[in-house]
């Protein structure tokens, strides 16, 4: 600290008292890393329970999308009647409209050669709903009868898959063509993307589950809405993709126990944090307590107590930040692997940890205050 | 050997720096009263030394001097202040005049000898700078024999070293006015007379030094020894 050179005495006090005793500094920043990592990992696993469960939605190419009024989250397989989106391609300012299927199929996988369920998304092959990897090859291969695609952000649960090779699925022989990159979710473990012929020959008179909807250039998405809504009977509910992304956002924390679980968990570190903040400040307000009562006997106010002890705080919060996010974005990589969810540290998670951080330790920072704001300084003589 | 409730400096035409007139004083929950009827004028330019046996009420008077408790009867009057009634910020900013030397050093750790020197300045109205501040605290720790401290922690000092760095605290800012209580207690005659002749040249430039001790070897140096007992002043020599 010493190579530190203040302007005025009261400057970088707090610092130079936590950097005197480098054994119980690097303890207080374990200990607020320790709190950090634990709601870096409960925000990551819940982030990326809502950003997995909303995937679809995510990767959606279209301006507006169609399904059963019924269908109140994603992963509730409600089908819609077909000729509702016949009737909205018929509308003026509408381009096109692409159906797309989905149901799940018994995929064999080695080694012991076992029928995993695997979701399929089948859609016309020259119009692929979602932006999942190059479109020109998406469509070259689905062209093809009787060819899939396989996600490649699926579990390994299915094993290795290799393009090129046969693959079987409910007891019939496909051609695993490449991968597109979609992404599990907490229920489905993996995905196949199939032409909307092969799917249909397979499963006859089925009703797609959803519809992507594209206007023509220049079109207003809202306007051409209400112009939907209008035309349609009340069975169908028409979004844009983001809000069908913040739909099931909103329904997986709200309802889903899953969000509820991540959401205590996160808490549960902020409170962790707090405390193990608190009994780091108190113990150094205490062990302390002779001196800032001296100074407060000589004249110092509240305003230099709280500068001092908030300071200390302000660092703490950093350091520990600083820590706890390199260990974090290593508990991220392996949970992101472990899982196969969108476990990702965004400039959001970032943000919001920080401000969660740097408010816990300096609201443990003004309750630790409190013995020196009660310090009676007459005790010292 | 006279018996006095009230005293009066020596000289009787220097201005008061303290006036204390019928204090009484009890604390909560006791019945006994601590301080009782104590009348006590400490002129600028006057050292005086508090003595008396434990629990006569020197450290309660000292207190209440030094604004660090609120006066209950009687009236205190210190460097032009009334204290009864007076409020927080106000004993404050009062206590920003007082150089106080308490019986433990309380020096901070972290701090070496030049930082709780130019910490102890930012109480002082004028903010001197850094370099001012340098210049003053080597003087300050010289007059102490501490010329060589300077830059010593609390860790690398002992016990009567410590203890001089916090008198040195105390004086940094040129009090008007010196509460001590027992500064000389963990130090050498050597150092001892060093801290006196210290105290002794802040009076002389016209600050007013109010001592506890039992130590009888700096008796000879104040201009008056106030003997407490029971609460009242006993005796002035």
Known sequence: MRALQFNRPEQGLGLRFLAHNPWRLAAAIAGVAMAVVIMFVELGLLMGVLHSQAMVASRMDADLVVMDRARIDLHKWTDMRGIRLNQIAAIDGVANVVPIYQGTMGLRTPPDLSVRRIVVFAFPPDESPFDIGDRAKISQALRMPGTVLFDRLSRDIYGPIRPGKDVELDGELFRMAGFVSLGADVVNDGAVMMSEGDWLSRHPGDSPIMGAIRLEPGADVEKLRQSIVAALPADVTVMTPAELRAREFSYTLRTAPIGILFGVGMLAGLVIGAITCYQILFNEIVDRFAQYATLRAMGFSDTFFRRVILEQALALSLAGFAVGVVLAAAAYAYLAEATALAVRLDVFSLVFVLVLTVGMTVLAGVFALKPVANADPASLY | ?237
């Open chain 2, 1 to 237: 050997m006279m018996r006095l409730t009230e005293t009066a400096p020596s000289s009787g035409v220097a201005p008061a720096a303290v006036t204390i007139r019928q204090v009484n004083y009890t604390f909560a929950g006791s019945q006994r009263p601590i301080l009782r009827g104590v009348d006590l004028t400490l002129a600028k330019g006057e050292f005086v030394i508090l003595t008396g046996p434990s629990g006569a009420g020197k450290t309660t008077l000292m207190t209440l001097v030094g604004a660090l408790r609120a006066p209950q009867e009687g009236q205190i009057n210190v460097l032009g202040a009334e204290l009864g009634g007076m409020d927080g910020e106000a004993q404050l900013q009062l206590r920003r005049k007082i150089g106080f030397i308490f019986q433990d050093h309380n020096l901070f750790d972290a701090l070496s000898a030049f930082e709780t020197l130019w910490l102890a300045t930012a109480l002082d109205a004028k903010k001197p700078p850094r370099a001012e501040a340098l210049r003053k605290a080597q003087s300050l720790l010289g007059e102490l024999g501490l010329a060589d401290y300077l830059h010593s922690k609390p860790g690398q000092l002992s016990t009567g070293q410590k203890q001089r760095v916090a008198i040195a605290r105390a004086l940094i800012n040129t009090p008007p006015l010196i509460l001590a209580d027992e500064p000389t207690a963990s130090l050498d005659k050597v150092s001892s007379d060093a801290v006196i002749a210290l105290i002794k040249a802040r009076v002389a430039q016209g600050a007013a030094a109010l001592m506890v001790t039992h130590d009888a070897r700096i008796f000879a140096a104040a201009d008056r020894v106030v003997h407490m007992v029971d609460g009242k002043i006993d005796r002035v020599e």
